[in-house]
């Protein structure tokens, strides 16, 4: 095998690295000269820098340090993270042996710190950060990335339980998922303080929430996936939650549909909506959330109303459209092929979706970096040295069950009761284009079939293996084990890994996952997980201007045929058709025992009924979710006519009216002053004084509508005049959801009370004098048709619709449009384009949907990893 080195990390690789997963010293006053670190170099208390650097010089508390770009930095060791480990060489080192000190022996354990020693070196295997950041690095860091907790007790004790167990959770970096089902319906009675309950999706409101406040106080950022069943009275409610801001804004939602609700979909059927009796004795002590369970032991079920199945898929699936939520997991499916169908039910999926979970289940992740295994000189798959990686690397991760602490003992009993392990991959997109395969293509479906059902066959015959030498996992029962539905696929492809679990028993319940591997994959520098690469061009800004580069394996291939265009196998996640990223899916899904993180690419222009064709196949497929995002969706049409027309993807020019503000005096810090105003609550005699001087808003109004690249996305600004001059902006950036989305909305309104405010004749030049040149953490393009923000973008269209004339029909035309490619690291070409989101860790506007997650391309954040 002849596989590229990449051990060596440099620019964002090398920053993710030392910043994220290699070890620490916390006591920074032994700083010296030398010493590698990272300085920061932007003391924001939201968005700080951070810089990899060389000390040069110390006097007392303050240093010197040369940054990888050259410049100097001056900064006091407090402001300093001092890394012990330098290079991955050294990261390697410490993982394999931790992980080998559980080994029984100490031939076992001098064995296998060389094997896994092996797998870890270029970068075969890369372990889930967790694992990486935390083993032997601290007693307290957990080595598990998500966990899914029981669905809370129907009662405000059992309410706060839950919170405190998520809150215990995140705060050390896990990932939580909670399915609401088992809470009763808004307004049931509750006939402890003789009034009604507020509901589910009030009480996820509550998680969501306290998820904000975790983020804002940690170091990393909490995740929450909240789930309801298809059954419950809620489940449209929790659809629509979204839809009205504020309400849930930390938690990616997901909707559990049963195969009796897809078969009334299909058939057009009614389906009813219950809820246990809660009026029923045992209900405190045996109500957890399983209706079916609930069903068995012949307890009451109460209906609360009917429905039409497809009325409420409809809304699952026209919410997904607007605003990439829901999701979809197909729960009664997917415990139908999971391995604990016996004895452990999955509830909920982790925040991204890639691992189903019962109650106290945990997420154990590592991939195999399948760029690492393309023989050159066969021009195939490396086959051996694959195999001998999934079989090491399976017994990676069976050990870490026994290394990691346990900060629950429930998570410690359930762990060990079914040492679930999931064993995933990056790099697929690189190696498919070292072998000429289009990825959706149905070559590319061939091939995944071929790898992955050889990557699984692999795992399971190691697990085997393993429970041979040391035990079958504690609630191993071979003949139930072995009549799940993956177990039946399995086997009667690959008879011998029947055999060896009959023979040797199974180590593991579960051993493959594909989780995102967005921050691991960055600092690798391959292709995340299993997706295609987003983009292949990106654009670096220096002193010397922009800088046109590409990703590895795109640069290697401009480099040896200068002046060509890339072969259509590089293919980017905006090439590809909805339906090949499904297909992609499934192909894969039958050989994952748990479940993928994957984001099905849309073009803006997908409609409803595709997006339904979309979900339908799915399932017919055989995924056991389904995410999609589709480009620059957003919950609400700004611009409308009326509030019961069909919505539009394009501007209209009648709006509605801005809600009012408190008075304000028009000078130049107006627009300071009724910012600051908008957050008092005024009364009725100050109110009738603001109508006094706020201009109202005629039936029709006349505008323009102006197209403005920025580093938000595509900013659409519409402007429309009254009496000759602009009276309201509307800002249309980003999909519904979004700070972006929120921020530009603000800013429109508040824009729109200023203008329509008072008779000042010099508004909109205060505006533009105010707004123009206001600058973030990037801009787009040169010269005059440089955009520095989105508040800059306002200002230009506000100075071009003034030059436009005033005919009012020479607007219904006017249009400026400033396209420039962005200037974050990944950002995407025309052809891939796609609305951005403000990076949480760096602030930048370069979050983008990949992976069934937010990933930032300019400095390798990732939400799930």
């Keep these: 095998m002849k596989t590229m080195q990449r051990s060596k990390l440099e620019g964002l690789s090398e920053k993710i690295f030392l910043d994220r997963y290699a070890m620490k010293n916390a006591d920074t006053s032994h700083t010296k000269v030398g010493d590698t670190v990272l300085v920061l170099t932007k003391d924001d208390p939201k968005f700080p820098a951070k810089e990899v650097g060389e000390v040069i010089e110390r006097s007392g508390k303050q240093v010197k340090v ?17 890394t012990v480990e330098k290079t991955p060489e050294q990261m390697w080192d410490r993982l394999a042996a931790a992980m080998a000190s559980v080994e029984a022996t100490p031939e076992k354990r001098t064995e296998w710190t060389e094997k896994f020693r092996y797998v870890l070196d270029d970068w075969k295997l890369v372990p889930g950060g967790r694992i990486a950041a935390g083993a032997d690095a601290s007693d307290e860091l957990t080595l598990f990335n998500c966990y899914v907790i029981p669905s809370p007790h129907d009662s405000r ?71 309801i069943n298809d059954w419950h009275p809620d489940v449209l409610d929790f659809i629509t939650v979204k839809q009205t801001m504020g309400q849930i804004t930390n938690a990616n939602l997901s909707v559990c549909v049963s195969n009796g609700f897809m078969k009334a979909v299909k058939e057009d059927l009614d389906w009813e909506l219950v809820y246990p009796d809660t009026t029923d004795a045992e209900y405190d002590e045996l109500w957890d959330g399983d209706l079916e369970k609930w069903k068995k032991l012949g307890k009451n079920v109460i209906p609360y109303r009917t429905v039409k199945a497809r009325d409420v898929w409809h809304t699952i699936i026209e919410s997904a459209w607007k605003s990439a939520e ?49 023989d050159e000189e066969s021009h195939d798959v490396a086959w051996d040295e694959l195999a001998k990686t999934v079989r090491y690397s399976t017994r990676f991760l069976d050990n870490v069950i026994d290394k990691t602490p346990y900060h629950f003992e429930e998570n410690r009993t359930n762990q060990q009761g079914e040492r679930r392990v999931g064993l995933g991959s990056m790099g697929l997109a690189e190696l498919m284009i070292k072998l000429g395969i289009r990825y959706g293509s149905p070559e590319s479906l061939e091939f995944l079939d071929k790898i992955y059902g050889f990557m699984a066959k692999e795992a399971y015959l190691a697990s085997a293996d393993i429970a041979e030498e040391k035990g079958s996992f504690k609630h191993f029962k071979a003949d139930k084990f072995l009549l799940s539905g993956f177990m039946k696929n399995m086997v009667a492809t690959y008879p011998e890994v029947g055999a060896a679990i009959q023979k040797k028993g199974m180590r593991n319940v579960t051993v493959i996952t594909q989780a995102p591997t967005g921050s691991t994959g960055t600092m690798v520098g391959t292709s995340t997980g299993i997706e295609p690469y987003f983009a292949f061009e990106y654009y670096r800004q220096s002193r010397l201007g922009f800088d046109k580069q590409y990703v590895p394996i795109a640069q290697e291939w401009k480099d040896a045929h200068p002046n060509e265009e ?43 009924e595709e997006t339904k064709r979309l979900y339908e196949l799915a399932f017919d497929l055989g995924c056991k ?52 105003s908008l957050a008092v609550n005024v009364d009725a005699k100050t109110e009738q004084v603001f109508d006094k001087q706020y201009k109202k808003r005629p039936q029709a109004l006349r505008g323009a509508t102006y197209k403005y690249n920025t580093p938000f996305g595509m900013a659409y600004i519409t402007i ?23 921020m530009s909305e603000a800013l429109g309104r508040v824009c729109s009370l200023f203008l329509r405010y008072g008779d000042h004749g010099n508004k909109v030049q205060l505006l533009v004098k105010h707004l123009k040149g206001i600058g973030g953490s990037g801009a787009i393009g040169f010269g005059a048709n440089r955009v520095e923000s989105i508040a800059d973008a306002v200002a230009k269209a506000l100075e071009v619709h003034g030059e436009s004339g005033e005919n009012a029909d020479d607007y219904v035309t006017a249009t400026q449009e400033v396209v420039m490619e962005t200037t974050a690291q990944y950002a995407v070409t025309r052809s891939a384009a796609t609305s951005l989101d403000l990076c949480p860790s760096c602030g930048s506007a370069s979050l983008i ?16 990893s």
């Design 66 to 82: 040369k940054v990888r770009s050259g410049d100097i930095v001056e900064s006091s060791v407090e402001k300093l993270t001092l």
């Design 849 to 864: 949907n990949s992976e069934g997650c937010k990933n930032c391309s300019h400095c390798g954040y990732s939400r799930c």
């Design 157 to 227: 004790g059992g309410i706060m339980a839950t919170l405190s167990e998520m809150t215990e959770i995140m705060a050390r970096g896990g990932g939580v998922g909670i399915n609401l089902s088992s809470l009763r319906p808004r307004r049931s009675v509750v006939k402890g303080v003789n009034g009604s309950s507020s509901g589910a999706v009030s009480w996820g409101g509550l998680f969501s929430y306290t998820t904000g406040l975790i983020e804002q106080g940690g170091s990393r950022r909490g995740a929450l996936m909240l789930m």
């Design 720 to 742: 429309n005049d009254m009496n000759g001059s602009p009276s309201e902006i509307f800002l249309n950036v980003g999909k519904a959801g979004s700070d972006v989305f929120a």
């Design 566 to 608: 890339l072969p259509d196998y590089f293919v980017t996640a905006m090439d590809l058709s909805a339906e090949d990223h499904i297909r992609a899916q499934a192909a894969i899904q039958r050989w994952v025992d748990s479940s993928i993180s994957k984001t099905a690419n849309c073009p803006a222009d997908f409609t409803v």
């Design 326 to 374: 829901p999701g979809v997991v197909f729960m009664e499916y997917y415990n139908q092929m999971s391995n604990s169908w016996y004895f452990n039910p999955i509830i909920c999926t982790n925040p991204c979706g890639e691992q189903g979970l019962p109650a106290w289940g945990v997420c154990n992740l590592s991939a195999i970096n399948l760029s690492k295994f393309y």
């Design 625 to 676: 979710g389904v995410t999609i995002y589709r480009d620059g969706s957003r919950d609400v049409q700004v611009l409308s006519t009326d509030k019961k027309e069909e919505k539009t993807e394009q501007p209209k020019e009648e709006t509605a009216v801005a809600a009012p503000a408190p008075e304000a005096k028009p000078d130049e810090d107006s627009l300071t002053n009724l910012t600051k």
